[in-house]
């Protein structure tokens, strides 16, 4: 994740310098590496498509119109999720409403498995199923940071500065989300051959 985060960002600072002399097609090279993922990001703090669409457009808008102190921005990442966190609070508190996240798709979690037996295939899709399962019961703020670093790819530091809060809190909730999940997927492993050469790779 971090390599792709990596590439994706290598020519930042020459696209923000376009944007910041009015390049259009630069602005929009920029709103389709960010839009999707603030979307979502919106979406679980509002609950409504096109009310997280909406708070998108209006993060883009407001950066487009300050778009000539663009380069003067320390990281534009973590400015473009705050600005989203807050345009979204603002569009709950004028609606009175809470703000209750809606369950996460596309938790992007491989499950690498060569020469599997069909059975082997059946029991990757029920877990799969049990793990999105397991991520849609996690607490609220829970879910959000899981989301943010294991979807997002962000690092704990960024996660810290966009939701303001501390990298031990991040810490215990990560805690949390792979406990429940473990727990929840720990027999189906277990229907797994071990393999003998298997070897664990931290980072």
Known sequence: MEHHQDHEFAYREPLLQ????????????????FHKRLHYFAFALVKTKEAAEEIVEDVFIRLWNQRATITEINNLKIYLYTATKNTALNYL????RESIIE???NID???QETGVSPEQI???AEIYQKIRQAV???PPRCK???KLIREDGLRYKEVSEILNISINTIDAQMAIAIQRIT???RKDFEKFPRSKSSTTKKG
Request: charged fraction near 25%; aromatic fraction near 10%; avoid cysteine.
């Open 18 to 33: 376009k944007v910041a002399l009015g390049d259009q097609l630069a602005f929009r090279e920029l709103y389709h590496i």
């Open 93 to 96: 508190s004028r609606k009175a």
């Open 103 to 105: 369950p996460f798709d």
């Open 109 to 111: 979690i491989a499950l």
């Open 122 to 124: 059946m029991i990757t």
């Open 136 to 138: 849609d019961a996690l």
């Open 144 to 146: 959000m940071i899981f």
């Open 183 to 185: 727990e929840a997927v």
